[in-house]
């Protein structure tokens, strides 16, 4: 490989660090505010290990990528072969950890439903309708996607407004509108005129799934694309450590 080559092997190399660094620090952001915000939707799920678990694996995943970027910037303006061999060998690991993960999503989807939907009964149950944040999020979910509790509308049986009224309530936001006439509200309850709810009749669960089989050209795109990216990197970490033939540390800059 020509100088020419390995000058622009190492900044593309550079450069794509560059952006690892940033969506580490979006990662690492995103899990920040999953586990301490206190107004949105997932601070009643927080209560779940698995929720903070999985709030902590991305605070992890989005340091390691900060620090797998530096290094790999470092790596390539300063052409250190052992900083190009660790970052090729990072970049491996990570790619055989995201195969394994979506492995174990589809092999333990039945788990993870079964985990999503005691989330879900939490909330309900809890519901006070008070217009809250977290309701406005979760109403939100029922209306816009026509669907009412996470498995059916009996998932609000065990609602402590519902059980202990004198009326029979049922919560706004999954009110069909074809079955109804006048006005409509958007959340917390209204009352039904008899034991039969005119809201729809599928679960969240099953709307979230028709979505996602809609959309799983979408989703698989994303994961390519972000394997393609990660095997890009080892590509080009892999070609200019081979052609960095003498080895000067005296390069790395000393603090």
């Known amino acids: 490989m020509g100088k020419a080559c390995v000058k622009t092997t190492k900044y593309f190399l550079f450069l794509f660090n560059l952006i690892f660094s940033l969506l580490g620090v979006a990662i690492l952001g995103f899990g920040l505010w999953l586990l301490l915000d206190n107004q949105?939707?997932?601070?009643?799920?927080?209560?779940?290990?698995?929720?903070?678990?999985?709030?902590?694996?991305l605070i992890s995943v989005g340091a390691f990528s900060m620090l797998l970027g530096f290094l790999g910037c470092l790596g390539a303006?300063?052409?250190v072969r052992c900083l190009l061999g660790l970052y090729f060998t990072c970049l491996l690991l990570i790619l055989l950890a995201e195969i394994a993960t979506v492995g174990l999503i589809y092999f333990q989807k039945d788990v993870?439903?079964?985990?999503?939907?005691?989330?879900?009964?939490?909330v309900l149950d809890n519901y006070p309708g008070n217009n809250?944040?977290?309701?406005q999020a979760w109403d939100f979910i029922q209306r816009n996607m026509e669907c009412c509790g996470w498995s059916s509308p009996q998932d609000w049986s065990g609602n402590m407004i519902i059980v202990n009224s004198s009326q029979l309530l049922f919560p706004c936001s999954c009110q069909n509108a074809s079955l109804t006439?006048?006005?409509?509200?958007?959340s917390g309850f209204c009352e039904a005129s008899s034991s039969d709810w005119p809201v729809y009749d599928v679960g969240c669960a099953?709307?979230?799934?028709?979505w996602l089989?809609?959309?799983?050209?979408?989703v698989l795109g994303i994961c390519l694309g972000v394997a393609l990216v990660e095997l890009l990197g080892m590509i080009l970490s892999i070609c200019l450590c081979k052609n960095i033939r003498n080895v000067d540390y005296t390069k790395v800059p000393k603090y």
């Open 132 to 135: 809250s944040a977290t309701e």
């Open 112 to 122: 993870i439903n079964k985990e999503m939907s005691k989330m879900v009964t939490k």
């Open 77 to 79: 303006i300063y052409e």
């Open 40 to 57: 949105s939707f997932i601070i009643v799920l927080n209560d779940s290990t698995a929720v903070k678990v999985t709030c902590y694996i």
């Open 181 to 186: 006439s006048g006005n409509v509200s958007d």
């Open 206 to 210: 099953a709307t979230v799934e028709s």
């Open 213 to 218: 089989l809609t959309n799983v050209g979408v």
